[in-house]
């Protein structure tokens, strides 16, 4: 922590209980006015309506299964920010820093998302939770994610944001994010309630939305300094207020929640099988055939790996990387976090990747 932050004072706002809509056009309502200096920084909580986000850059046919959507009345809306779809529903809890960027510490974007995430999973950790940061913008407790984040950057002006995972559906969390279980195996989908964890798993008593929120204030004060107060009667101030309107004008029409539409069959669902020596790997990658990226990937298969979290790395150094930097990305995992794969090499997870990759050129079983 800097010591020229430990003046900045912050408003700690709870903007409640709303729709997709609102705290999308909230976002960019708040960007606005702290980006005109008629806002400070802000801590913004925030909690949707059931809901799914998807990142900026993403396609909603290709990320969603919008008629399961429909049928459920769970709202699709686009963030501001990159990254991956996240299903949101009154559970849960959002937090965002919005701010310029002078108010916190100097670096880059992947500077900025470790320092915010540390602050965040120091104050999960006053939860009693083993929180902390994994490269390049989760929290994680014990080797499982409990916070995904994302930011933004327009000149000066800074938003980032990110999730506490209270509870967790996972069959319908995977229904919405159009993930075909019945192309999963047992081992595949019990592989990802081991990627994956809640404060109801991991504590006896599940504390209250206020309990979470002062946590997280905790941590961000200890992290970065300064005063961090919840202004009285105020959960949306009038410089903000009066750029709602036009910012719902824009996440309501079509071409936003169209911006990055794509056909559904450029970024298919494949999973390959390797049998080696050391064991049986099986990888599921949903591919970008536009980008020629890995959008995500999974592991599963009866193979040892040591350390116990070390796969779990290895996906989010794969996420959304592409094709022509498999070969790099796996090497320096499997040399600079010392595993040991008892007899799988770098090799064998590159080769069952581009397995998997080659299927999605083929026709869709």
């Not at 729709?19 to 702290?34: C, E, P, Q, S």
């Not at 006053?126 to 950057?153: C, F, M, Q």
């Not at 009038?238 to 069959?265: M, N």
């Not at 070390?310 to 320096?332: G, K, Q």
Request: overall charge negative; charged content about 25%.
């Amino acid at each position: 922590m800097s010591d020229r932050h430990i003046g900045v004072s912050w408003s700690v706002l709870d903007t409640g209980l709303r729709d997709a809509d609102h705290n999308m056009a909230l976002d960019r309502a708040f960007l606005d006015a702290v980006a005109a200096g008629d806002w400070g920084p802000t801590l913004r909580f925030l909690r949707f309506q059931d809901s799914a986000l998807l990142g900026h850059h993403q396609s909603p046919r290709q990320e969603l299964d919008l008629d399961y959507c429909a049928s459920e009345g769970i709202q699709v809306q686009r963030r501001l920010t990159g990254g991956g779809a996240i299903v949101f529903d009154p559970s849960q809890i959002g937090w965002e820093l919005i701010c310029l960027r002078c108010h916190l510490p100097r670096g880059d974007m992947t500077t900025l998302s470790r320092e915010i995430c540390e602050a965040a999973a120091a104050g999960l950790r006053h939860l009693g939770v083993h929180a902390v940061y994994r490269p390049r913008n989760d929290i994680e407790v014990d080797g499982r994610k409990i916070s995904g984040t994302g930011g933004v950057l327009e000149g000066e002006a800074l938003l980032f944001q990110g999730t506490v995972l209270i509870d967790l559906d996972i069959p319908r969390m995977l229904r919405i994010l159009r993930v075909p279980v019945e192309k999963l195996d047992a081992h595949a989908i019990r592989s990802v309630a081991e990627r994956v964890t809640s404060l109801r798993a991991l504590l006896p008593e599940l504390p209250s939305m206020t309990a979470v929120q002062e946590a997280l204030v905790r941590g961000f004060r200890e992290h970065f300094g300064g005063q961090w107060e919840w202004p009285a009667a105020v959960t949306v101030p009038e410089s903000v207020t009066r750029r709602l309107p036009q910012a719902l004008a824009e996440v309501r029409d079509p071409d936003w929640l169209g911006l990055q539409d794509r056909p559904q069959e450029e970024q298919p669902l494949r999973q390959a099988v390797l049998r080696t020596s050391g064991g049986t790997l099986r990888a599921v990658v949903l591919w970008d055939e536009r980008g020629q990226r890995l959008k995500q990937v999974q592991f599963s298969g009866d193979i040892f790996v040591q350390p116990s979290r070390a796969l779990v790395d290895l996906e989010a150094r794969l996420r959304n990387s592409h094709i022509d930097e498999l070969d790099a990305l796996v090497s320096r995992w499997f040399t600079n976090d010392v595993v040991d794969a008892f007899g799988m090499q770098p090799e064998h997870f590159v080769a069952v990747l581009q397995q998997a990759v080659e299927d999605a050129h083929a026709p869709c079983l």
